[in-house]
């Protein structure tokens, strides 16, 4: 009976695991546990680990003392206690992480050029702060930086640590946007701006915004909103969330709004791109800049930009919507 009793348990077991845990069962060497298909993971044994070179201690510059950029390309941009730090795309391009703070906010930006999905990580994990590195892996061509902390591998669009000592582990994202360079110069001439001097630009250096769309994650899908069809300014807002965004320049910002709060899109008074019915004004990174809740924050959401095609290899999509 308990010979029995044992098999039945054992099918059972079986049958509820899925195609990637069963993978995992078959692995011999517990250090080789991944939560997604190994075989899906492209250079998994860290052979490329650190060939593409993060940048560990990131040099800036003023809006006034940069050369380079144009006024249409892309760069990322995060505030926080009062300081606009801003990373460019063709920086990004040929680094992919960024290990950078903000007094004692630890972060990393990460880029994947394959899925142009960029993120802000926190690296404070498990109360300890880490940095991050290129480990050279992709899955579903997107980046996989390791924690060197642990040697841990993580997916990045999937915010979660597939192997390793933090398995299972997600990251907490910081709210970062995507704009463009004439935004930045109008808006934010007391930025700090991400300089490289390996970095020499060429025609390659361009990016565009074709095929992009900025998702909203939810517990079970995503909402996605086109770049493409991006109007002069505009704010949409869907239940707790208002989107607003520019074709001018480049960006969608996402908010939580405020019961019993009405907003109104504002345009040609940067940084100023919002106001509601309190007598509030808002910048795209949803700091009150004028007004009774001056200095308060809005409410982030998670949200970053990707190819359509990578929104949809990581992720079921919801909603498309369209400006």
Not at 44 to 63: A, T
Not at 161 to 173: D, M, P, S, Y
Request: aromatic share 12%; with cysteine; glycine share 6%.
């Amino acid at each position: 009976m308990r010979t029995l009793l044992n098999c039945i348990l054992f099918v059972q077991l079986f049958i509820g695991c899925t195609q990637s845990d069963i993978s995992l069962l078959n692995e011999d060497d517990e250090s080789d546990y991944w939560i997604i298909p190994k075989k899906e993971v492209s250079n998994n044994d860290f052979s490329n680990k650190d060939h593409i070179v993060s940048i560990d201690k990131p040099k800036f510059i003023s809006v006034d003392e940069v050369k380079n950029l144009n006024e249409t390309d892309l760069v990322f941009a995060i505030k926080e206690n009062n300081i606009v730090k801003v990373y460019p795309i063709q920086i990004m391009s040929g680094h992919e992480i960024i290990n950078d703070s903000i007094d004692n906010l630890y972060f990393a930006v990460s880029y994947c050029p394959q899925t142009k999905s960029g993120i802000c990580i926190n690296r404070k994990i498990r109360n300890k702060v880490t940095e991050f590195g290129v480990s050279g892996m992709l899955y579903k061509e997107n980046l996989m930086p390791y924690d060197r902390n642990t040697e841990s591998i993580w997916s990045q669009m999937l915010g979660k640590c597939v192997k390793g000592q933090l398995v299972t582990e997600e990251f907490e994202t910081i709210m970062m946007i995507s704009t463009n360079w004439a935004m930045i110069k109008e808006a934010y001439p007391d930025a700090l701006v991400l300089t490289d001097d390996s970095f020499k630009r060429s025609k390659s250096d361009n990016v565009s915004y074709g095929g992009m769309y900025l998702g909203i994650i939810q517990r079970f899908d995503i909402e996605l909103y086109s770049y493409e069809s991006l109007k002069n300014q505009w704010a949409i807002i869907e239940g707790r969330e208002i989107v607003i965004g520019n074709n001018l320049y480049s960006y969608i910002s996402v908010f939580k709004a405020s019961a019993g709060v009405t907003y109104k899109a504002v345009s040609d008074s940067l940084p100023v791109v919002l106001s509601d019915s309190n007598g509030n004004r808002i910048d795209v990174f949803g700091y009150v800049v004028a007004g009774p809740d001056k200095g308060l924050r809005l409410e982030t959401v998670s949200f970053y930009s990707a190819l359509y095609w990578a929104w949809e290899d990581f992720y079921e999509i919801g909603n498309i919507w369209e400006f």
